[in-house]
């Protein structure tokens, strides 16, 4: 999946995660994953608009818009 984080400027900045990497059957599959917004060393999260896209293939499937406030 992707996430699309604001960043000081206002501007967003995709990060790519990975969730699984494996070989299925035609269907329907589902899966969970846990995100955490504390702030790291490494990443500074910020008051506004960010996006989670999912992303099977590269090509992106679904997505929704969240807003992050302190």
């Known amino acids: 999946y992707g996430m699309d ?3 000081a400027n206002g ?3 995709r990060k790519i995660f990975k969730i699984t990497e494996n070989t ?3 269907g329907i599959h589902s ?3 846990k995100h955490s917004f504390i702030d790291m060393s490494t990443r500074k999260h910020y008051e506004g608009k960010h996006c989670i896209t ?3 293939n ?13």
């Not at 590269?58 to 302190?70: C, P, W």
Request: glycine share 4%.
């Open 31 to 33: 899966f969970s994953r």
């Open 54 to 56: 999912i992303i099977v």
């Open 58 to 70: 590269g090509d992106e499937m679904a997505n929704v818009s969240f807003m992050v406030k302190r």
């Open 5 to 7: 984080f604001m960043k």
């Open 24 to 26: 299925y059957k035609q």
């Open 11 to 13: 501007k967003q900045s």
